[in-house]
């Protein structure tokens, strides 16, 4: 069972805002008056404690500066959260435009614990664009997930995807999922593989690759036709995907990061400007191991029937009872509602099966090779 606090920032005029939350009914809300000023104090205070390198970053001084900023002297905060005890899950939605996306909200902390590692209930800040946006409901079948690593030949280090794929169907193996692997890395043979499929087939794009925000805007490192880097921005990722699924991941640095102190928008807040509905990114640079890890663990909750703020906060306690260190910069984007479960739980009644596998080969010279269907990993065409 999920809640969503949703905690939206209102401009009231050039120095002060309204600090509002309301659970379900948006005309239900309290609020208290916020000096504008302090919105760039923490900014200040964030890039100097949080934005620098990750080894000395002080996530709880932080994550407490930004608690007690929302909390206030009158508990603001604290009581609706103390409210939702025996809730399975509590998102807190929070506003995040313009400069409020460049605040590290992951790691809001009480004074005892990150908010992340709360168990009753578990506690997941989400970056909330308020659009009109139902939650959806959970298909009954298991999670299908269309999966393309970028590698190109001219970017390094090369790209271990082949080992990120095998720890997401070991993760999900008692709870089986259907991962389709585009194995080319290549945006326009996205688009041609996407024309096979119905709206709504796959619940999830984990685009896996290298990123970075360069001088024209941040970019994902897809390839080209022939396997060299080609720089796609927000707008060449959507044209690939001609009906997008509930949720991408872009599982690449920088695609959660808001530049120039949340002057640019970051990948994923573009995809959300241009029809996406949940966007997962990551903050910062990122190490390779701890960026399979997560998606392995976020997909072993997604496959199980949870909510997407569920998995994420479950992913988030796995990382951090393994010491990762970039656990907080995983980020989920979201416009309009909280996504429900993507699908149901393996034992609802009259739950399809996941498709079975093709066995087909076709010949490679005098070599037998799996098709399409079945092929897990990578295939670079021969010259």
């Keep these: 069972m999920q809640k969503v606090l949703h905690i939206q920032i209102r401009p009231k005029d050039r120095d002060t805002a309204d600090l509002r939350y309301f659970f379900d009914n948006p005309n239900d809300f309290k609020a208290r008056t916020l000096n504008m000023a302090s919105v760039e104090k923490l900014i200040d205070e964030a890039e100097k404690r949080y934005y620098v390198h ?34 399975e899950t509590l998102a ?46 959970p298909v009954n079948r298991p999670l299908q997930v269309l999966f393309m690593a970028c590698s190109p030949t001219d970017v390094s280090p090369p790209l271990d995807f082949e080992d990120e794929e095998a720890r997401i169907l070991r993760a999900t193996k008692k709870h089986p999922m259907s991962l389709t692997v585009e194995e080319s890395g290549c945006l326009n043979e996205l688009r041609n593989l996407m024309d096979y499929y119905e709206p709504g087939y796959f619940d999830v794009f984990h685009l896996s690759g290298h990123a970075n925000i360069t001088d024209d805007g941040p970019r994902f490192f897809t390839e080209s036709d022939m396997g060299r880097v080609s720089p796609a921005s927000a707008e060449g990722i959507m044209d690939a995907l001609p009906h997008t699924p509930r949720v991408i991941f872009l599982s690449g640095c920088r695609t959660g990061e808001a530049a120039r102190e949340g002057g640019v928008p970051s990948l994923a807040e573009e995809l959300l400007e241009l029809g996406a509905k949940a966007v997962l990114g990551w903050g910062r640079s990122v190490l390779d191991t701890e960026a399979s890890d997560a998606a392995a663990e976020l997909y072993g909750a997604l496959s199980k029937g949870y909510e997407m703020a569920r998995a994420l906060g479950e992913t988030w306690q796995s990382l951090i009872k393994n010491n990762a260190r970039d656990w907080h910069l995983l980020r989920l984007y979201v416009a309009g509602d909280v996504p429900a479960p993507l699908v149901t739980p393996l034992k609802t009644g009259g739950r399809a099966k996941v498709p079975r596998a093709s066995l087909a080969t076709r010949l490679f010279g005098k070599e037998k090779v799996p098709t399409r269907e079945n092929f897990i990993g990578r295939r670079r065409y021969v010259l």
């Design 54 to 87: 990750q080894i000395l970053a002080d996530l709880t001084g932080t994550g407490k500066a930004l608690y007690n900023w929302l909390d206030g002297e009158d508990r603001f905060l604290t009581e609706p959260i103390n409210a939702c005890r025996g809730t």
């Design 92 to 137: 807190l939605a929070i506003s995040t435009e313009g400069k409020l996306a460049h605040l590290p909200w992951e790691v809001l902390h009480d004074g005892n614990l990150f908010l992340a590692q709360r168990k009753n209930p578990v506690i997941v800040p989400v970056r909330w664009q308020d659009q009109n946006t139902g939650p959806g409901t």
